[in-house]
């Protein structure tokens, strides 16, 4: 069974920054994609940022662009998510997703992703 468990939420003032870490467990995250969501109250979830299984391409909503960035170390199954000149329109639940295909094609569509971790609240005050 896999286990996503997110840390690194909180609050934070605006121009501020947050690192999310996503540890895995119950499986190697060696070939597979990670991906990070959020939520809003009242809003879907949405993508915000992806990294394939190979690490080259990392993606990007155009919002968090130039401010946030992503990356993997699988060696400790982790995925991160530097969020750095953080904005009110940030604040909201992130959410760890990874899906089930070995070697897949990275997904911007949360249907894609099978696995979900319990997020973690990120607080931005103006």
């Known amino acids: 069974q896999v286990q996503l468990v997110e840390s690194g939420g909180g609050l934070v003032q605006a121009g501020g920054s947050l690192r999310l870490s996503c540890a895995a467990s119950?499986?190697?995250?060696?070939?597979?994609?990670m991906a990070w969501f959020r939520q809003a109250p009242g809003m879907e979830r949405e993508f915000v940022s992806a990294?394939?299984?190979?690490?080259?391409?990392?993606y990007l909503i155009n919002s968090v662009k130039g401010r946030f960035t992503i990356s993997r170390d699988n060696a400790k199954n982790t995925v991160y998510l530097q969020m750095n000149s953080l904005k009110p329109e940030d604040t909201a639940v992130y959410y760890c997703?990874?899906?089930?295909?070995?070697?897949?094609?990275?997904?911007?569509?949360?249907?894609?992703?099978?696995?979900w971790g319990q997020g973690t609240q990120v607080t931005v005050s103006s």
């Open positions: 990294i394939g299984w190979n690490g080259l391409i990392p």
């Open positions: 119950g499986r190697t995250n060696t070939g597979y994609n």
């Open positions: 997703a990874t899906d089930g295909r070995r070697w897949g094609v990275v997904s911007q569509d949360r249907n894609d992703y099978d696995y």
